[in-house]
Nanobody
């Protein structure tokens, strides 16, 4: 089993920055890629960014050039640096870890990000 704990959410004005962190514990060796997803009120959960255990990254078009995902394997932590935040970035952000073998995902409890205009 893997446990994911997010932190770093909060309220920020448009144009501001936040950094989210997600610490993984448990069967760390079983984790392959990690990532961030978000869910705004009334909308489906959507991918924000992912990073493989080798460091390859992928971003949603809506955050390219503004958000940066990174990973510190020594600390079992994945980060999401969010710059130039917009009101439409307001959502609950969820950390995701995917098992190396098979199609199985672990999820964190979510951290809320609110961007005021």
């Amino acid at each position: 089993q893997v446990r994911l704990v997010e932190s770093g959410g909060g309220l920020v004005q448009a144009g501001g920055s936040l950094r989210l962190s997600c610490v993984a514990s448990g069967f760390i060796f079983s984790i392959g890629s990690m990532g961030w997803y978000r869910q705004a009120p009334g909308k489906q959960r959507e991918l924000v960014a992912t990073i493989t255990d080798g460091g390859s990254t992928n971003y949603a078009d809506s955050v390219k050039g503004r958000f940066t995902i990174s990973r510190d394997n020594a600390k079992n932590t994945v980060y999401l640096q969010m710059n130039s935040l917009k009101p439409e970035d307001t959502a609950v952000y969820y950390c995701n870890a995917r098992r190396k073998t098979g199609s199985f995902d672990w999820w964190g409890q979510g951290t809320r990000v609110t961007v005021s205009s």
